[in-house]
């Protein structure tokens, strides 16, 4: 892959993975949205987020002389950020259904 296909690339996943990490985060803030399944709607898009971040910052090293990966680390720490708090939730309620 030539440098520019590679930027094309690399804009796109990060702005995707940018996009389901607002949207994560959102649902993290205000989790009364999806009052069903919300926790694991929220994980998905955490790992989503996280999937995409880190595949672009994969294709930028590789394939980009000097590649700048801010906005795609930015994206993975949403990620993160977003797996450990609705993680917590998602786990207080397997807690829940195991001890009746």
Known sequence: MSAEPARRTVRILTWIGIATGVIGGLLV?????????GPWV????GIATLVLAFRARKIG????EGFDGRLSLFAALLGFLIV??????????LVE????
């Open 29 to 37: 803030a205000f989790p009364t949205v999806l009052p069903v399944g």
């Open 84 to 93: 450990f708090f609705a993680g917590q939730v998602a786990f207080g309620l």
């Open 97 to 100: 259904v195991a001890n009746p």
């Open 42 to 45: 929220q994980l998905a898009l």
């Open 61 to 64: 090293i590789a394939e980009i």
